[in-house]
Structure formats: C-alpha cells, structure tokens
C-alpha cells in the first residue's frame, strides 16, 4: 500500500466550529506532514511530525492545532479558523525526516464561511 | 538558505512538441531535487526526483531531467506533450542526509498548457 489517505475530501465550515482533517498512511513511514495550498500558489509547510513528536511548526496560528495519536495517522484540529483560511490543506508521509521522497495524499479542499 | 526559481509560470506548447519546464535552484550543500505534477483539485504526485547518483534522470509518463551543477539547474523535458501532460508543475529542493528536517521548498510552479 502506496497511498496516503484523507478525509474528508471537502469540508465546508463556519467560523465558530470544530472541525479536523484526518491523514493515515500505511506504508510504515515515521514523519508526516501538513501543507496549506492556496489556489495558484505552491504547498507551504505547516507541521511536521516525526517519530509521532512535532519536530516542525512554522509559526502556525494556535487555531490550527496538530495530533500524531500513532505512526500511522495525522490530525489537524480546526477552531476559529478565518476565511482566509479556505485552502486545500495537503498531508504528505516519508520514511524518515532524512528520506528523499514524500508522499502526498489527495488533500481536503476547506472552505470557512 | 535553499530556494527554487522556476523560470515561466505559463508554458504553452502544441501536442506532439518539446515540453521544457526551467528550475533553478540555490543551496549551500548538494540538495535532493524533485519535480512534481498537480493535476486539478488533486494532491502532488512525484515525477521524478535527483539524489546524487545519474545526474539525467528518468521519470514516470515521458519525462526527465538533468541535474547541472555548474548552472545550478534541474530543467524538465519531455520529447512529446501530450494532452494529458496539462497540469501545474513544482519544482522542489530540500537538504539531504541526517540533518535534513524535512522541509521541502517549492517553487512557484508552472502551468502546462498543450494546445491540440
């Protein structure tokens, strides 16, 4: 198994709810990332896990709020997000921080109103 | 630091032509270079990547690239677009080895657009 899932594929969400994004990879990698991608524009780095422990936050506002619960899976928690937050938010996986290769799931398109 | 220009953010080509997407790149230490394709509404997919060894490099669907040191550059070609070819395409850098955090730097991408 090659791939790298998420869920939901759209989500469409008001300002004052809780919402996640859920990533999961079965292909035994131990880092896994979060992206943001606004339209026209490349995947910017938010998070990245390795070994399950946050070795990466580039200075993510605290309404976006990530959870590694195993080495297979991702959360991003969402609370209070802005409509400039709308984006297609992109999980990606590697062997290791130090591998060559990620691989990147089909994303979730969020959409904040 | 690392970074990634890439040279046209609109390339325009008629089926059965040259596809030439530009990528230059800056870094301190030799990096691991990748290109990727997104097609619409869709996650990256890797076309191929360069990690020291071949310096022109195979990649899925037709394409390749070669890695050139003396002009800091990682330009992808592919002999024959095809319609299926349209798409935006990332150039990406990051560092190699233990001290490599992960992080992937993407340039701004360019869109293929294959005219029939």
């Known amino acids: 198994d090659t791939e790298v899932t998420q869920t939901p594929k759209h989500l469409v969400m008001g300002m004052t709810n809780k919402k996640s994004l859920k990533c999961e990879q079965h292909?035994?990698?131990?880092?896994m990332y979060w992206y943001k991608q606004k339209a026209k524009k490349p995947p910017e780095l938010m998070f990245v896990y390795s070994y399950e422990k946050l070795s990466i936050n580039e200075s993510v506002p605290s309404r976006f709020s990530p959870e590694c619960p195993n080495s297979s899976l991702l959360n991003l928690h969402l609370h209070a997000l802005q409509p400039e937050d709308s984006a297609l938010y992109l999980c990606a996986s590697s062997q290791e921080t130090s591998a060559s290769e990620q691989f990147f799931g089909p994303g979730t398109r969020l959409t904040v109103l | 630091a690392q970074s990634v220009t890439q040279l046209g953010s609109h390339v325009s080509v008629s089926e059965g032509a040259l596809v030439l997407l530009r990528c230059n790149y800056s870094?301190?230490?030799?990096?691991?270079l990748f290109w990727y394709v997104q097609y619409p509404n869709q996650g990256l997919q890797l076309l191929l990547k360069y990690t020291s060894a071949a310096t022109l490099v195979k990649g899925i669907n037709g394409f390749e690239a070669e890695f050139k040191k003396s002009e800091t550059s990682f330009h992808l070609t592919k002999p024959s677009a095809h319609m299926s070819d349209a798409a935006e395409y990332f150039c990406a850098v990051s560092d190699r080895g233990s001290g490599n955090t992960g992080k992937l730097i993407f340039g701004q991408g360019t869109t293929l657009q294959v005219k029939p």
């Open positions: 292909m035994g990698h131990r880092a």
């Open positions: 870094s301190s230490v030799p990096p691991y």
